[in-house]
């Protein structure tokens, strides 16, 4: 029964194809010259550069971290490109027209077709391309609202006091080693800021592609919801299949004002490697969100791919009443390594956290949850609930949990609760001895499991979590 | 011999688990429309004969044959054999956490549909069908939306195989001990959603220990089967013998094991 199992599993890796598009890539190597190069080519402000000089000062006293319950070779950060963005785009295209067909081809192949007339109505993306933006859409639309959507290497220019202001105000530089490392090489990402009392008008999203051989990919995405304001944020990523691992290191900061609401979903679908082990991209993330009074933050991921996966998408719940949440679901199979859960710091009174967690393991892969939740002194009356549950396919995989509690104030509640549990063969004979096909009964049952977290995810991107896993989430249910 | 009016034919079948020999020389034919019913000690390879047939893993056939309508059981996966209309209504139902009973449903009659050639259904066609057969079982429409069987009682989920039949109109239903542990209603619930579904084309095979089920399912044939073979067949009236008497007095010798299940 198992190896029908792994069958069902291995897909296709279909994101894994190569783009014909010439580009301008750095030598590998990381100095300070290196950085100055990225500023240069960006025409950033002086003030930007210096904020990059002072990171990559702070990040060469750093060590790399090695408590996440993963294992692998020491990345040799000398070894990887900086920067690489096609040549076409360096003429700075005005319009869809005269971006380079070739990467507008690439885009429309991994199903997020950049002409509006195609696209999903409600939803407006900025598709960067190794270390460039691409293209934005429904900007203008966009600005009617007042909402501003566009690269952050824009913002640095058009808004400047915004950046200054909100710029490593949620990550610090001296967070952690990855994220100071992206602090000094950042090279494009998404910039939202939603102006007071408004509803986004459409989904925002940003989709992420690796193309260029060894260079690593380290965006930066900030998002500012002003008071009282409400906005869903997506985030997709792919990259082709090599054999060589590349790292991605990204930087994401949510700001939710007095009374704001930010949802941000993630379909993380980096190339795994190969049943071996070989290739796949290395994920190490920082995402982390402040909630100001009455402010809510939801982080619902769906973690597919990359070889390694460290992730701890997290809210600080700063102002009184603020809600965060976080919903989860890390499936890996083959020799994938995922080490990903979220931090939830309770700092306001009668804050609330909700973290589901869903890890799901097949082959011979290794799959944490990792988790902290902390009450401090003041938080009266804060309260947590936290379920982890695992999902276990076949026997050679592994499936950990690491909660943490650090409780300062005897009034605040902390609930968690952890289920491990396996696609038993009852399972499977019920569904085959029904007529349904091994590969089919698999999807079911695992899409049953992630179910709590699909229903948090908005519609369209169900859709394509559900694809990933091989599941139909067919609307059967009337 | 012509297999012409037979829809199931067992042939001196011998089958094992784990290396034991639990079936030890089963013959059994079934024509299209009769109901038999098997009864026996625990133990005896009742359970046994319906994973065998439905080709469950572990369950080793060493030697005979079984085919349905003509075709080789033995020579089908799992999925092929449901597919050609074999049904085991199952003696410990099993749950699926999260996936909704309806989705479930869908999946199964679209996945045998689809096998022979038809279209799937609409979700709306399929919704009504759903509902209807919930009504004939007695569940609430509300089961839909549950997780297959998750938290039902265990007449609850009795009831849920029967409902999968009824929807998924197979040729041959083998119901083991469908109603052990159901109070004398649910029985009720599910002999009137076999009887239902009974035609001239559709036979089952009714695994039971109690008489009462059979006052309601009147079977054609009641077959005794110990120690992995059958040892006794005659009609209706054995099973009543069988009440008053037990199994003792037919056997032979005892069988290995009485106390499993
Ligand atoms: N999965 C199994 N593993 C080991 N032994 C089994 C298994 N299934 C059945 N058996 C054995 O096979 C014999 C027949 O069991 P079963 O067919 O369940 O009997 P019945 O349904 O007539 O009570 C018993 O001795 C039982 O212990
Ligand atoms: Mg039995």
Redesign the interface.
Known sequence: ?TEQIDKALAREYEAGFVSAVESETFEPGLDEDVIRRISEVKGEPEWMLEWRLKAFRVWQEMEEPEWAHLSYPKIDLQSVSYYSAPKSMKDKPKSLDEVDPELLRTYEKLGIPLIEQQMLAGVAVDAVFDSVSVVTTFREKLEEAGVIFCPISEAVHKYPDLIKKYIGSVVPTKDNYFAALNCAVFTDGSFVYIPKGTRCPMELSTYFRINEQNTGQFERTLIIADEGSHVSYLEGCTAPQRDENQLHAAVVELVAMDNAEIKYSTVQNWYPGDEDGKGGIYNFVTKRGICHTNAKISWTQVETGSAVTWKYPSCVLKGDNSVGEFYSVALTRGRQQADTGTKMIHIGKNTKSTIISKGISAGKSNNSYRGLVRMNPGAEGARNFTQCDSLLIGDQCGAHTFPYVESRNPSAIVEHEATT?KV????M??????????E?AVS??V??????VFKELPMEFAVEAGKLLEISL????? | MSNENVLLSIKDLHASVEEKNILKGLNLDIKPGEVHAIMGPNGAGKSTTGYVLSGRDGYEVDSGSATLDGQDLFDMDVEERARAGLFLAFQYPVEIPGVSNLEFLKVSVDSQREARGEEALTSAEFLKLAKEACKQVNLPVSFLKRGVNEGFSGGEKKRNEIMQMILLKPKLCILDETDSGLDIDAMQVVANGVNSQRDSERSFIVVTHYQRLLDYIKPDFVHVLADGKIVKSGDASLAKELEAQGYAWLQTEPTEDEIED
Not at chain 1, 447 to 452: D, H, L, W
């Open positions: 029964m549990s038993s063969d009852d399972q004979f019920l569904c085959r001895q029904r007529g349904v096909d091994p089919k079911m049952i899409n049953g499991f992630c179910k709590e067919e609307g059967s249910v009337g």
